[in-house]
Every structure is written in C-alpha cells, then in structure tokens.
C-alpha cells in the first residue's frame, strides 16, 4: 500500500522559534498533500490543500503566514509554523492522495506532535 | 453547509457486534469514508463506499445508503485492540474531505 512518512515525529521548541514539517509520500506520487490538526479528543481540521508546483489553498481562519506550506515536488510537502506559540501546540497530520486513483484516498503520515514552551 | 454526525463514543463487548452510523449532508458527493484512529496515531483507511449497498471485508462491513445520506460501519467479533476513534468522512463535489467529530469506542471484556 501507499506509506507517507513525516518528520519529525515529536518536537519540543520555544516560544517564538519556527519548526519545519516534512511530508514525504514513499512509493507513489502525489498531486496533492493535506495538512491537518488535530487538538486532544477532537476530529481533524483541515488546513490546507497542496498542489504540487502552486500555491497551497488554505482554509478559512488559517494564517497562510504563520502556516508556510511549500509542495515542492510530487513526493514531499513541507509545513513551517513560524513563531510559535503555545496555542500551536498540537498533532500535525499529512495526508497525500495518489495520482490517478478512481476515489483519491488519501494516506496518512504518522503525525507531528508539537509542543510549543 | 456541509456536515457530518456520528455518535461520540459507544460501548461493545469483546466478542459481539457493534454499528457505527453516520449520516453526512454535503454539497455533492463522491463517496464515504471509514478511518480507525487509535490515540495518539494517524487515521487509517478503513473502507470506501460510493455505490449503495454493502462492502464486507473481514470483520469490518460498510453500508451506504446516498438517498439517505446514511452510513454505517459493522465491527464483528469485536477484540481489544478494536477500541478507538473511527472517523466517518464524505468526500464533497470538489473531492474535499468532510470530517466527522469520530466515534470512540470503548471495548470491554
């Protein structure tokens, strides 16, 4: 099946710092990489769809500054949260939907799971 | 808008049979999902209905009903390991994942 990678898995970093979020699709190609977050014991909130090559489409109440998000190729997405703060802190996921599948499953990476100090 | 519903947690027993429902409005539709997250772990696929009917695979089934904008996810034999959150999902007219807030599922023995 399609594995999608993410790294880190954990970090810890000070308030004020930026952390970069790698997502890497391993065996196939994806057109298209979501980003989403996900607080303790709620649903995923999507907050962002990549496109490889243009520009990311954010969802509505996401800071496209504060949340850079850059699809650089058909394999790997990248998320920077700029100037954290505590309130960031929270369960990053990526998700990458195959190229020419018939229902654009997507596939998960294992998560981010960032505290901010 | 778009919205999904689904219970917030059910209790089952180890051994019997458990059914998750779902129902989704959205603006268009092109299929539903069924995903198993443990805590602290990623979603994982689980199953994708977008013809009505019954798809059966192992012990997990998933039942869609388009007319009704229902669905339904049928755990049989229930183990341990089958406590979670399972998230139901409809994918909308632009191929936009609509998410349910999950169900937990709370396994006894």
């Known amino acids: 099946g399609a594995v999608v990678s993410q790294h880190p898995s954990w970090v810890i970093c000070k308030s004020g710092t930026s952390v970069k979020i790698e997502c890497r699709s391993l065996d196939f190609q994806a057109t298209t990489m979501f980003w989403y977050r996900q607080f303790p014991k709620q649903s995923l909130m999507l907050m962002a769809t990549s496109n490889e090559g243009s520009k990311a489409t954010y969802e509505q109440g996401v800071e496209k500054d504060k949340f850079l998000i850059n699809h650089a190729s058909l394999t790997l997405s990248t998320l920077t949260v700029t100037s954290a703060h505590p309130e960031d802190s929270s369960f990053y996921i990526c998700?990458?939907?195959?190229?020419?599948?018939?229902?654009?499953?997507?596939?998960f990476g294992p998560g981010t799971r960032l505290t901010v100090l | 808008g778009q919205n999904i519903d689904q219970p917030t947690e059910m209790t089952a027993t180890e051994g019997a049979i458990v059914q998750i429902n779902c129902t989704y409005q959205t603006s268009g539709f092109n299929g539903l999902f069924w995903y198993q997250q443990h805590a602290g772990e990623a979603p994982t696929f689980l199953s994708y209905n977008v013809l009505d009917g019954l798809e059966e695979k192992g012990r997990f089934s998933s039942f869609l009903s388009r007319s009704k904008g229902y669905s339904y996810l049928l755990l049989k034999e229930l183990q341990m390991k089958d406590s979670a959150s399972y998230l139901c999902?409809?994918?909308?007219?632009?191929?936009?994942?609509?998410w349910g807030a999950g169900t937990k599922l709370i396994i006894k023995p």
């Open positions: 999902a409809a994918m909308d007219s632009n191929y936009q994942l609509i």
């Open positions: 998700s990458a939907s195959e190229t020419g599948t018939d229902h654009n499953e997507q596939f």
